[in-house]
């Protein structure tokens, strides 16, 4: 591998880490009642949502700033559910936090980009009046009598409630062995800049085919491996298929004849360094090397490995949660966004975790004793989704 393409590999970690250590004055105050981790839509929504119910005292802490993680995303890449400004019809708008906002009418932008997503979620925290402490990175949390310390780069905040809405998308899956020898596809803020002409992508899901889709765009020739085959799927859950808008891109781009060859049934299990060579090993002994970084579309470990000894765990790894979204092991601290696993099926999408927040706004202001008529609205307009109803895919054709 050329030294050039060490040193950009290293040039764009560094430059996350650097980001993620910036830092502004302390918070003003050092207890709140309740205290949300993260400013992207998970936790503008939540916080929106303890606005209606007049909960006092409600600070979201962000390490960065508003909508950080939209703000990475590769400039090439776009939001895959589609915004539309239905919400007077009672169909909110798929990408909006609340029952009265759309994207798709601030941004006039059916399918937009990280960045401009942000600005729609800046405009939301104006618009609700949300209060935000920026350049404050949470390292873990800890209980003391009936509230909960944070321990930040700022200090201790000491809070009654935390809703955890760190998101995922900062947090890269980097378990397989050898991943040092390539670069999460999180980590790439343009496909064009990418060293080399030939690239090998692992993984085959939404970030893989949109990185190999921006990769042989901006003129590269990439092998993509994964272990089943997405882009074949019939399943009807989006969680599951490829959504619409990246099956439509994959064939435009196969029908082109960009060059981007997809590899199915290969599980790769390690990567290693020969030399000038990176080699991918995949568990039935196939192997492909690369002269430049294969791009690891590999997923998240997600936020909530940050505070995971106060989550209860299932088979799986994920976070068992009462049926108000609380962790069952720290009373008072919950978990919103995509993280949030129910029946099996994890809420990812916005227009999924959404539906959440009501739940667990009900809860806070029940202890709280507060009224929590204002949910009505979020019940009348399909922002309420009890647990029960939660997650079934019903699709006849
Ligand atoms: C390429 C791509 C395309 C996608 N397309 C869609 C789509 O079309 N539709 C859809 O519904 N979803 C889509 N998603 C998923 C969607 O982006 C996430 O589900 C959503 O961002 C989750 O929101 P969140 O608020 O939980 O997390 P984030 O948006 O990641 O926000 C978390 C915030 O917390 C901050 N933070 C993190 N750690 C800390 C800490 N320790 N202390 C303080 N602050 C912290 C971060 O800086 C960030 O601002 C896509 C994701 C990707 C990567």
Not at 329 to 357: D, M, T
């Amino acid at each position: 591998m050329a030294k050039n393409d060490a040193s950009t590999a290293n040039h764009l970690h560094r430059q996350d880490q650097t980001l993620s250590r910036s830092s502004s004055s302390l918070p003003p105050q050092a207890r709140v009642t309740v205290a949300i981790i993260g400013a992207g839509p998970a936790g503008i929504g939540m916080a929106r949502v303890l606005h209606d119910l007049a909960i006092p005292d409600v600070r979201i802490f962000e390490r960065r700033s508003v909508g950080a993680s939209f703000k990475l995303w590769p400039g090439t890449t776009h939001f895959i559910t589609p915004s539309f400004p239905s919400n007077a019809f009672g169909l909110t708008d798929l990408n909006a936090v609340s029952f009265d906002s759309s994207p798709a009418h601030v941004l006039r932008r059916e399918h937009m980009t990280g960045a401009e997503y942000a600005v729609y979620l800046e405009e939301a925290v104006d618009a609700f009046r949300l209060d935000v402490t920026t350049g404050t990175d949470i390292f873990g949390l800890d209980p003391v009598g009936t509230d909960i310390i944070l321990h930040t780069s700022q200090g201790e905040i000491r809070a009654r409630f935390v809703i955890w809405a760190a998101g995922q998308f900062q947090y890269p899956n980097m378990a397989l062995p050898g991943s040092k020898h390539g670069i999460h596809s999180s980590q790439i803020r343009l496909w064009s800049e990418y060293p080399g002409s030939e690239v090998i992508v692992v993984g085959g899901y939404e970030s893989g085919i949109d990185a190999a889709i921006g990769l042989a765009t901006a003129g590269k020739s990439v092998t993509l491996l994964s272990r089943s085959a997405p882009w074949e799927s019939e399943d009807g859950d989006p969680g599951v298929a490829l959504s619409p808008l990246t099956c439509q891109r994959l064939n435009m781009a196969l029908q082109q004849k960009r060059p981007i060859k997809l590899v199915r049934d290969a599980d790769i299990i390690r990567i290693e360094r020969r030399g000038e060579q990176v080699v991918l090993h995949a568990a039935d002994g196939r192997v492909w090397t690369t002269q430049s970084f294969p791009v690891l579309a590999t997923g998240f470990i997600g936020s909530a490995s940050l505070i995971g000894h106060w989550l209860e765990k299932d088979s799986e790894g994920r976070a068992v949660l009462t049926g108000h979204d609380e962790s069952t092991i720290l009373s008072g601290l919950f978990l919103v966004g995509p993280e949030v696993c129910h029946q099996g099926h994890r809420l990812s999408f916005i227009y999924e975790f959404r539906q959440r927040f009501a739940v667990v706004g009900h809860a806070i202001a029940g202890r709280l004793g507060i009224d929590t008529a204002p949910l009505d609205r979020y019940r009348a307009r399909n922002m309420f989704l009890d647990e029960a109803d939660c997650c079934a895919h019903e699709s006849v054709c």
